[in-house]
T-cell receptor, first 113, second 113 residues
Framework: KNEVEQSPQNLTAQEGEFITINCSYS?????LHWLQQHPGGGIVSLFM???GKKKHGRLIATINIQEKHSSLHITASHPRDSAVYIC???????????????FGKGTLLTVNP | EPEVTQTPSHQVTQMGQEVILRCVPI?????FYWYRQILGQKVEFLVS????????KSEIFDDQFSVERPDGSNFTLKIRSTKLEDSAMYFC???????????FGSGTRLTVV
């Protein structure tokens, strides 16, 4: 069973700051997802990673498979980035007929103007 | 951009009543999932569905739960006799192969009273 840990649990930043959210997992994976959830709202997929680094606008996601660690970075943060950011992993033994995800508890990010 | 559509967005039901939560996955996706999120907790896997059958289910998905894909487009989650502890946000998701295009619906908030 994979344990997914995120840090920090809560993060408050000033507009314009560089943000880093970390995710560690206990067992080897085949893919890692970063997701965004607004309070009371739905879940939006930001990235799926199996190696290296991906960038989309001001968001950057990296993964180190050997270290079992991923980071999500937000450059030039803005109040509209305020949300819960969730790391979710797909296990090595899944696939074929199942790509279920195991979720972390999420990081609540608040960006103040 | 293709969406996963869930209805209703909110449902309030009496304890012991049956509820059906509905989802329309993305049309060319092959893998379908239900997840739930109890208020303040992390998202938990319930069940995955592929090729018209359940491919995996969690311990939560007991005999009170069932899923169907009745007409090739809808994907439903039925809870036969709801309990207070079934109160949660239920998310439907779908994906292509290799968890590509993993997309979540906006969720159904179920309140059991």
């Amino acid at each position: 069973k994979n344990e997914v840990e995120q840090s920090p649990q809560n993060l408050t930043a000033q507009e314009g700051e560089f943000i880093t959210i970390n995710c560690s997992y206990s067992v080897g994976i085949s893919a890692l997802h970063w997701l965004q959830q607004h309070p009371g709202g739905g879940i939006v997929s930001l990235f799926m990673l199996s190696s290296g680094k991906k960038k989309h606008g001001r968001l950057i996601a990296t993964i180190n498979i050997q270290e079992k660690h991923s980071s999500l970075h937000i450059t030039a943060s803005h109040p509209r980035d305020s949300a819960v950011y969730i790391c979710a992993v797909r296990g090595m033994n899944s696939g074929g007929s199942n790509y279920k995800l195991t979720f972390g508890k999420g990081t609540l990010l608040t960006v103040n103007p | 951009e293709p969406e996963v559509t869930q209805t209703p967005s909110h449902q309030v039901t009496q304890m012991g009543q049956e509820v059906i939560l509905r989802c329309v996955p993305i049309s060319n996706h092959l893998y379908f999932y239900w997840y739930r999120q109890i208020l303040g907790q992390k998202v938990e896997f319930l069940v995955s569905f592929y090729n018209n059958e359940i491919s995996e289910k969690s311990e939560i998905f007991d005999d009170q739960f069932s899923v169907e894909r009745p007409d090739g487009s809808n994907f439903t989650l039925k809870i036969r006799s709801t309990k207070l502890e079934d109160s949660a946000m239920y998310f439907c998701a779908s994906s292509g192969s290799g968890s590509n295009g993993y997309t979540f619906g906006s969720g159904t908030r179920l309140t059991v009273v």
